[in-house]
């Protein structure tokens, strides 16, 4: 299963079980939702709680009580998820030390360097947390019109079946019809 996989099938469980994902968030005091709260309000929570074990615990046992989902995916889409998130912090965290040791061979030589601050770090790590989420609300956006594409597929097939059916009923009269004449 690659990122994107594991993104969409942890997107659409969200999407599939928000009364559920709510009540886990307030109940553990992230956040005070409620169930008419937008699908973004809850997508920030649950990326920003990605690392949080207890969350990852009760979304585990949402999961354990037989709500809607593709696939056995919360571990698996969250660790998916964390890397995803980590690699982009991996490399910031990297980039910091080689620009600290940059800087401290520069200052050893005398000359003044340019170096990444907290608040840049708080920015790009925003930046990363804020991509995340425009792939949870492409998945939960894309589910959504699969769904309403299939919907809209299965009422189709059934006006055709029903046409079928008044077509021939009225076939079958017409015989009828035709035989009881003669």
Do not use: C, H, W
């Not at 009540?23 to 990605?50: A, C, F, H, M, R």
């Not at 949080?52 to 660790?79: C, H, Q, W």
């Amino acid at each position: 299963m690659n990122t994107n996989e594991a993104i969409y099938q942890y997107a659409t469980f969200v999407l599939k079980n928000k009364n559920e994902v709510i009540d886990l968030i307030n109940s553990q005091g992230l956040s005070s939702l409620t169930y008419s709260s937008p699908i973004d309000e809850v997508n920030k929570v649950v990326i920003d709680n990605l690392y949080n074990k207890r969350f990852i615990s009760g979304m585990d046992s949402i999961m354990k009580e037989g709500y809607e989902y593709l696939e056995p995916i919360t571990t698996v889409a969250i660790i998916v998820s964390v890397i995803t998130v980590g690699l982009g912090t991996a490399k910031i965290v990297t980039a910091n030390r080689n620009a600290r040791k940059i800087r401290a061979e520069l200052i050893r030589e005398g000359y003044r360097t340019q170096y990444l601050k907290q608040d840049e770090l708080n920015q790009i790590a925003f930046l990363e947390r804020e991509r995340l989420q425009d792939m949870f609300l492409d998945a939960q956006t894309d589910f959504l019109q699969r769904k309403e594409n299939a919907d809209a597929l299965e009422k189709e097939e059934k006006n055709k079946a029903m046409v079928m059916i008044v077509i021939l009923g009225m076939v079958s009269v017409i015989v009828v019809a035709g035989m009881v004449r003669k």
